[in-house]
């Protein structure tokens, strides 16, 4: 009798971890374009040259904030940075480059780099930053785990992105930032909410709307203009 007792414990506590999801929401996103959009049509066609960037950093944890490498940046940004390519009007021909931490190891990477930038008219630079607190991450697995996921627990991912355009000369002649948190909730019940509001899938949302966001008021503003 004890021995099934025991059995029946162990599998209504496998239940309730298997059971155990999450859910991820995005907040609103701060420094958004406020005015309406308008395009710069007929202006005349600019080479541009992006330089993107992606951070990452553990609060508590990395001493400082570290490049991702190919590997590491999020999924599928080439195709959210060519979707959002669609905001801007006057783009004759552009290229991009991302920076890795092993370019400082790689002098043909960055000779190729400057090379970029002395070849357009413009350089936009993107950098992409996301954070998390380790402490908080750790206390919140421990009580999650402590609850068998019973009571909800929330994981916190801060995002941001900051824009620095430059003309041929190199000199900053704008620049851009937004910020947004997404919130991971875990708790049993959530099994029913997580198919609709996945890590991934906001995470996605993010990217999208930072770069739509920017590129929309870059062309509203008139940046990429020659002088």
Partial sequence: MKIKGFIQTGVILVSIL????????KSEIKGKYASDAEKS????????LFVFSHYRQTKGWDAIPQLDDK???IRGFDDFFNDALSELSNIENYMTYTEYASDVNEPERRALRDSLMNSHDFIVKM?????KSFAGHFLGTLFSSVSLT???VPYFN???VRTDIYDSERRLIASYQRTARLTKWVQTGLIFVYPF????RKKEELYVEFMHDIF???????VLTKS
Avoid: M, N
């Avoid at 298997?18 to 929401?25: E, K, P």
């Avoid at 049509?41 to 541009?48: A, D, L």
């Avoid at 929309?216 to 008139?222: A, K, N, T």
């Fill in 216 to 222: 929309r008021q870059i062309e509203s503003e008139g």
């Fill in 150 to 152: 019973l009571l909800p």
């Fill in 41 to 48: 049509y007929g202006s005349e066609r600019v080479r541009v």
């Fill in 127 to 131: 950098k992409f930053s996301r954070e």
């Fill in 71 to 73: 590997w590491q940046r």
């Fill in 18 to 25: 298997f059971l155990g999801s999450c859910a991820t929401f």
């Fill in 158 to 160: 801060s995002y941001k």
């Fill in 197 to 200: 509001h996945t890590g991934k």
